[in-house]
């Protein structure tokens, strides 16, 4: 029997953990640093995501077989390097494949030489030649800071003064640091995510899932992390998937081998479908949040064998997925993701029949209370989405928080 350590503490690594939990080969599960609901199915350590040294040093003292991790900075960070010099077993990108999503530049050249798919671009470090590509362009314009920028970094001008703003404080002002800026071209269509587990060039797709960005009913208020998801698209047709799949994740996965930089983990294309076709917006090198609550539940495969056979470079049989759909919806504290308070009592949750993940909640002095942005995610699963639709609503009803909202039409497009 195995012991498996997930690095990460939201409603991700909550999902990764549940299916987990299902595999009849592990037998105890640590989670860094978990929370509240990962508690209850694994063993919480307080060690952060990026503490690379602490963490190594976790895995060897406590035999872990498998580490998998979460969260982008920890990629970022270098844990796979550090783990596989040091002969443990991770399921996690490189941290120079991690590029391909802490890049916009490395992922557009990618993209533009290995005929990928995505919105034409230039990249600029000079503001005036950037000002100057802008203003003879249509509008509005994308713009993007190359590298890490706190979820900031993507800014889309409708005019000629909202773009100089935004290159200035990216260009002159240098807020996120010495990074180039790419220009891109505005495209339209409805957006939606698609991860593969992927080892080299091969890649296990699973179902496609679409995340709900803004915070308000009819897709209105500030960008968030995402407020809900659901599989069973109503607007990809099966040749759409097969050309993202084929044209678009297939190819991503074999560019990573041709550069050097294989693959050894989740890829997620975040893609648009356009009135040209299916596109890139961005790729990331890890499971999608609030995407993986609604993915992983229709699982059927056990998922020790493919994160143990894609950490080892072992081939993998393909994984099953139910034929059912799921969808989620996310409750946030009032007032995310601008300021919040913390600490209210969160009630019932033992009454709601149906998947509740923990995105940030904490247990104080004996009760359970909410403690981040996302609190939690209530998921269900049905033959068709209205179904689970209702029966999500239904359970959320159940939960008693004086201090949560959430949105009330998830799956919108499909209805
Ligand atoms: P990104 O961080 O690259 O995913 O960008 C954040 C969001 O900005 C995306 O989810 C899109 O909604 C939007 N966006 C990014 N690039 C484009 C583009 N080329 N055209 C239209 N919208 C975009
Ligand atoms: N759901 C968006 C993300 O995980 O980046």
Avoid at 68 to 92: H, K, M, Q, T, Y
Avoid at 304 to 320: L, Q, W
Wanted: net charge negative; hydrophobic share 40%; with cysteine.
């Amino acid at each position: 029997m195995k012991t498996v350590l997930v690095i990460g503490g939201g409603g991700r690594e909550h999902a990764i953990v549940d299916a987990l939990s299902r595999s009849s080969q592990v037998s105890k599960i640590y989670c860094a640093p978990g929370n509240a609901g990962i508690g209850g199915q694994a063993e919480n350590v307080p060690l952060k995501d990026t503490d690379v040294q602490g963490l190594k040093a976790f895995a060897i003292e406590h035999n872990v077989d498998l580490t998998v991790v979460g969260p982008e900075a920890a990629l970022a960070a270098g844990i796979v390097d550090e783990f596989r010099a040091a002969g443990l077993r991770i399921f996690g990108h490189t941290k120079a494949a991690t590029a391909i999503e802490s890049s916009k530049e490395f992922a557009k050249k990618l993209m533009a030489k290995y005929g990928i798919p995505t919105a034409s671009y230039r990249s600029f470090s000079d503001y005036d030649e950037a000002l100057a590509y802008v203003a003879a362009r249509p509008f509005p314009a994308v713009l993007k800071y190359d590298g890490l920028a706190a979820g900031k970094g993507v800014v889309i001008a409708q005019d000629l003064e909202e773009a100089k703003q935004a290159l200035a404080y990216m260009l002159l002002d240098k807020t996120f640091g010495d990074g180039r800026v790419v220009v891109e071209d505005f495209l339209t269509g409805p957006e939606f995510s698609f991860l593969c587990f992927v080892d080299g060039d091969s890649v296990y797709p699973m179902p496609l899932s679409q995340d709900h960005k803004r915070a308000f009913d009819g897709d209105k208020g500030p960008n968030t992390g995402g407020m809900g998801a659901y599989t069973g698209l109503p607007f990809i047709t099966p040749e759409d998937r097969e050309f993202a799949y084929q044209e678009i994740m297939c190819k991503a996965a074999s560019a990573m081998v041709s550069e050097g930089l294989p693959l050894s983990g989740v890829l997620y294309g975040g893609l648009m479908k356009t009135p040209q076709g299916i596109k890139v917006i961005e790729f990331n090198a890890r499971f999608g949040d609030p995407e993986t609550e609604v993915v992983l539940p229709l699982l059927r495969s056990d998922i020790f064998d493919i994160f143990d056979g894609v950490a080892s470079g072992r081939p993998v049989s393909d994984p099953e997925w139910s034929d059912e759909v799921t969808l989620g919806v996310v409750l946030a504290s009032k007032g995310y993701p601008g300021h919040y308070d913390k600490g209210f009592a969160i009630d019932n949750l033992d009454k709601v029949d149906a998947k509740v993940y923990h995105m940030g909640t904490a247990v104080r002095e004996g009760r359970l209370v909410t403690n981040g942005g996302r609190v939690l995610m209530v998921v269900c699963r049905g033959k068709d989405l209205s179904l689970a639709r209702s029966e999500v609503y239904k359970e959320i009803e159940k939960i008693g928080c004086d201090n949560l909202f959430y949105r009330k039409d998830i799956a919108h497009l499909a209805f």
